[in-house]
């Protein structure tokens, strides 16, 4: 691992591997590899067509796309040339692209199809740095404005003669200290800040990665989380890239299930929605199974627990534990592991809390997935835990040059070469995370077991994350429900669930004026907040708020509150300000519902 920039690590891979197929896309119905030296000359050609339209080292280059291959090598293609990639997610709506745009300065974007570029459109011509798009898929719409991937790539090869500098020194002048990316991050206020990670950020993980996790040429990855994401792009592109694995990019989250039984994979990278599907899946199919089938299911799993102490220490039951957990296995477990490939070392988990019951029932079953904790800001891994160390309820220890501290507050710390060099164009909120001892404060509240385990054990600022791993400032979402006369307060919730929803305390003289227009009987509020069509009348004033947001931020369902919330009963501060888990916890069954629903 003499590599020390994200440049000379593709640049030794695909030395290393060039006959290794690395990348696999789904093309009408059909697998499609690439080798090392496929997206060698294509990498290449990409950058001096990137040049040639005026990409210079420093430069901004944004991708707005889903995962695919083309995507993976557009971001080598940016490195490789000095340049600065900026991940757009592609849930995100025009204006919250335009504010990534804008503030990182990008001069070039590259879109997945027509559909992204017509975002772009809507903004591009008043934005003063951004002039050119590419498009990975053929354009229909745009065809006189966009040049698409491949025809960038074929004026590239011809480009090179007169380009004026020489792809390979070019990339391997790179500096560890030079930036590699920009990735916006959710704020609490809204605007989202530019995180700038180096390329000794991202190669320092890497490597600390590999220590603390086995993975090599004969591993097989399925990349289905956001490209976009820090944790899918130094897990599965950097680190998977680096041992010579192969890479296969998942159809579409609806299809992870079907292209997991046709790849097979070895490891997997994802957030803990994933697992939650496929154990609630799995218990849907068990309680269809007659009694016999049923117990036998759970007997097996009851033997699989009692073999998980063994397990977390990298060991294998024996003696009478021992015959009864083959016999579990080839009567349950062999079958539960042949519907994810068959052949899975490892699943990771990492972007938001894996429920301690669901890693269990899944190691009873003999399916390891391991839990890592970081953030965008550390490159993404702060601690992990190992392939044969390692408990449930906790996110591992530290990984190699990475301290941890817990400070007084109970507020999670970290310093080493994996920490950010700061937020893009915004000293004060660096100020704010990074200390002068570069201690930077996650904003989590943690603590360490007795074995050096870290436990996240709360959240010190509101920001939200799902069960999917989306990070969700609650402030927009709540200004814009309480926009409308029928609403007085509301809590936007969500944290370790799988969508957004709210807490709606009504407007009740507006509500009841509503009432009296529609003959709905106004006597009794909890008959009025039951009433089918003061139901919809909410339902309806939420999605009118929620249409300028991404999909996965939107609130996608309410609970109405009977009374409004007071400074006398805890639940807001002197200056009339929310708190926020004053009130969850009074109306935690009311929440509850929401979900249950």
Known sequence: MSYNTIAQLFLDSCAKYPDNKVYHDKVDGQWQA????DVLATVENFAYGLASLGIEQGDKVAILSNNNSKWAMADFAIICLGGVTVTVYPTLVATQIEYIIDNSETKLIITEDDSQTEKIMDFMAHNPTLDKIVSIKESEKYSDRVQTFDAVAAAGEKHKAGAGFDFLERANAIQPGDLLTLIYTSGTTGNPKGVMLTHDNLVSNVKSSLKATHVDESDIRLS????????????????GFTVGGQGWFAESIDKVAENMGEVRPTIMAS???????IYNRIIENVNTYPALRKKIFWWAIGVGKKAIPLKQKGKSPTGWLGFRHAVADKLVFSKLKERIGGRLRFFMSGGAPLPKEIGEFFLAADIKILEGYGLTETSPVITTNREHSFKFGTVGVPIDGVEVKIADDGEILCKGPNVMKGYYKNDEATAE???????????????FDEDGFLKI????????VTSGGKNIAPAPLENALLTSAFIEQCLVVGDRRNFISALVVPAFDALKAWCTDKDIETTDMDTILAHADVQAHYQQIIDKAMEGFSRFEQVKKCALVNREWTIEDNELTPTLKVKRKVVTSHFDSLIDSIYES
């Open 34 to 37: 690439l080798t090392y030296s």
């Open 457 to 464: 054990t709360d959240r010190k600022k509101s920001l939200i």
């Open 271 to 277: 957030v803990p929605r994933l697992y939650e599907k």
């Open 224 to 239: 289905f989380l956001p490209l976009s994401h820090v944790f899918e792009r130094m897990v599965g592109h950097f680190t």
């Open 433 to 447: 995370a990074i200390d002068r001892d570069n201690w930077f404060y996650t904003g989590d509240i943690g603590e």
